[in-house]
């Protein structure tokens, strides 16, 4: 593992299966990228993967194994140590919600989600969707990624076919979660990692999930659970993804980021840029900020486990 004493054997086969995830994509190891405007540094991150939009300037990040959250400034170039979590927990897609000054984070391994107090740091609520993944075992859930709606804040899991819902009330705060179980092909977990990115649109009458193993995108019906996909893209090793109106950013593992103009009915999208970066080492997640995309590099590919010196967010145009 990095250097962290939380490390569990959990946590080792969460990150094998991390890398045979990114490992027939990743032809090569970039140097770490050294602190510059186009990189924002994560001080003492020992690993990394989401990412959250907060008010202004402010930006969200978390260590992905450790559970601590970041708050930096894309403006100034500076992030700092914002949450130190609980031992055990982990923090990998994160989403804000700004107008009640909350963070939704997916715990990932543990089947866990935690909702943070942005002005205190405290955490305000704690849930546990799933049974945690067995220590002497392969993983059987990973609450992947978050998004938030008028409904709620809705979680993926990349080993289960389901959605997660946290229904929050109109002070802003969250209730008790429920379980959405998906039907069509955004339902399958014949893969390593299967849902992972969520987006919503339609002011959250519909979903929009990224699918790892299968390279594609899918909408969701979020009151039925109905799913399909959206034709015309492929975008393997796909992971965390960012929608703006008709416009999608997918973020790969593959050291790319690949934007998709979707057609209004959502059944097609086309494939309009594919956005690279010497500095990208196994980009997870993003979101847009002033014309430019804010991208966190995880490092799968720097060993097994990973061995990255330093973790960061990379800018670049969308």
Known sequence: M?????GTTTHLRAVVLLTSLVGLTVTGTPSAAAASPEVIVLPGATSAEGI????????????????DIFRGDLGEGTAERFIDAPEGRGAVGMFADTRHDLLYVAGGFSGQAYVYD??????????????????????????????????????????????????IDRHGRPGE??????????ADTSGVFNLNGIAAVRHGGTLIVAHSANGALYT????????????????????GIVVHGKRLWAVQ???????VRLSRDLTAGSIREVITSDLFQVPTTAIRHDGQLAVVNAKFDTGLPPTADQYEVVLVDD
């Open 177 to 186: 979660f429920r379980t959405l179980t998906l039907r069509g092909p955004a």
């Open 2 to 6: 990095p250097t962290t004493t939380r």
């Open 220 to 239: 969701v019906d979020p009151t039925t659970g109905d799913s399909a996909r959206i034709s015309g893209v492929s975008v393997p090793d796909v992971d």
């Open 52 to 67: 959250a939009a907060g008010e202004g300037d402010t930006f969200y990040a978390g260590d992905l194994f450790g559970g």
């Open 118 to 167: 942005l002005e205190t740091g405290a955490t305000v609520a704690t849930y546990q969707f799933a049974p945690p993944s067995p220590p002497d075992a392969d993983p059987t859930t990973v609450v992947n990624d978050v998004t938030l709606t008028r409904a709620g804040a809705w979680f993926t899991d990349s080993l289960r076919g389901v959605l997660y819902l946290v229904p």
């Open 253 to 259: 593992n593959s050291n790319q980021v690949t934007e």
